[in-house]
């Protein structure tokens, strides 16, 4: 198979461009026109595929939908205005009151806070499991969970999960296995591969190519019988393995409206194509950093999962050819000694995001989790002593010559 880069330069679009333009222009345009009453008729009634209004399609947006869909092997991408928008649309597609989900103590802040709080008053229970053990999660399935949901590797805590041996619970069981996918991105992680039914992303991260834009995609593997889902079983009749992706687009996304603009999915697009360049110097960047770290007796603790002192270190190369993404973290003495490190950084920028073409450093005790009690994040394995670094690709030269002299 051709490398990631080259089958991402070389989607073809599906219709011809009439300019033959080689980048695929941008269509700001909310509406489409027909040639007759008689083909608007059809269109709407779902016997003429066509363009029609952009809140259900835009030609810009399904071609980003196109070639993620190419570089995963997958059944469907459907592109969604935010991670967000991705993960939820994912679950009320999935969910009926009555049912519950199964996840991990360790999440996004606002995918847990959407778990925990919004579903739960569409009434949508949440079940913490240790997604170490199968007979834990075993203990808190019944005939009304829907779905394991798991994060490739875990923010800021950086764990990963052992896919095959959760894929092989939900298999057994009947049940969807969801993985965000967000921090290795499909360049270095192929969740068809590991046994994952829906994969959901936030593309403002990593895709988006230098923090341009927000943005989310859904991406259903084709791997699961949707008949065994009762929520899914009159799409299941008519449209067999297309039904979830039918429930999402026809019901759950259509009605709630989320969709990604044609202005966002053409900044996603040139942000796809470069995706594997820019990953493999953040790469580069942060065994270079990790090494300089580990070998400064200042530095109390480094944490990532592609160096070889980490407990994930296997579980890394296993799963993502031993690129675990290119976020780490690290401590130091104490809270104070982190925010005097962080003010007299030059270079790293201290900012929330992650994946940015820059690199930006969180103090996340203080910060995205400030408002949990002390017990609370120490239980989520958050330190007053730990910084997260998401790497740039700037050079590892200045990168290391900015943290050691705020260091010094
Ligand atoms: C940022 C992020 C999200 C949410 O994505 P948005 O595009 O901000 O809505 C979800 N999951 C993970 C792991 C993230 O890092």
Not at 1 to 10: D, G, I, Q, V, Y
Not at 140 to 156: C, F, H, M, Q, W
Not at 180 to 187: A, I
């Amino acid at each position: 198979m051709k490398s990631f880069t080259t089958r991402s330069l070389n989607v073809d679009y599906p219709k011809e461009e009439p300019y033959n333009a080689l980048q695929m222009p941008v269509y700001n345009a909310v509406a489409f026109e027909f040639d007759t009453s008689e083909d608007i008729a059809a269109n709407f009634q779902g016997k003429l595929p066509a363009h029609a209004y952009s809140r259900t399609g835009n030609p810009t947006t399904e071609y980003l939908e196109l070639k993620l869909k190419t570089l995963t092997n997958s059944h469907q991408a459907i592109a969604m205005a935010s991670g967000m928008a991705a993960i939820s649309t994912t679950i009320f597609t999935l969910c009926a009151a009555g049912d519950n989900i199964i996840s991990g103590s360790n999440l996004f802040g606002h995918t847990y806070a959407f778990f925990n709080q919004t579903i739960k008053s569409f009434g949508i229970e949440n079940r913490i499991a240790n997604l170490k053990s199968a007979s834990d999660i075993l203990s808190k399935l019944d005939a009304k969970t829907r779905l394991i949901y798991l994060e490739s590797v875990t923010n800021p805590q950086l764990e990963i999960p052992d896919f095959m041996m959760i894929s092989k619970v939900a298999r057994e069981n009947g049940i969807i296995l969801i993985v965000d996918s967000t921090l290795t991105p499909p360049n270095v992680f192929s969740s068809l591969d590991h046994g994952v039914d829906v994969e959901v992303m936030s593309t403002t991260k990593y895709i988006s190519g230098g923090a341009t834009s927000v943005g989310g995609v859904v991406i259903d593997n084709g791997t699961f019988n949707w008949n065994k889902n009762p929520n899914l079983k009159d799409y299941a009749e008519k449209f067999g393995q297309n039904a979830f992706a039918a429930k999402l687009r026809k019901n759950i996304f259509r009605n709630m409206g989320p969709c990604m603009s044609p202005q966002t999915a053409h900044y996603q697009i040139q942000g796809l194509d470069i995706l594997e360049l820019r990953l493999e110097r953040c790469f580069e960047n942060c065994l270079k950093i990790g090494d300089f770290l580990e070998a400064n007796p200042g530095i109390k603790r480094v944490d990532y999962p592609g160096l070889k002192s980490s407990e994930y270190y296997v579980l890394a190369q296993k799963y993502f050819n031993g690129v675990p993404g290119t976020i780490m973290t690290f401590d130091l003495g104490s809270e104070e000694e982190c925010f005097r490190f962080m003010n007299k950084l030059k270079i790293i920028r201290r900012a929330t995001n992650l994946n940015d073409n820059k690199s930006l450093i969180i103090h996340p005790w203080s910060t995205i989790y400030c408002e949990f009690p002390d017990e609370k994040r120490q239980d989520m394995g958050i330190r007053p002593t730990m910084m997260r670094l998401s790497v740039g690709i700037e050079s590892s030269a200045d990168l290391i010559e900015d943290i050691r002299q705020a260091l010094s």
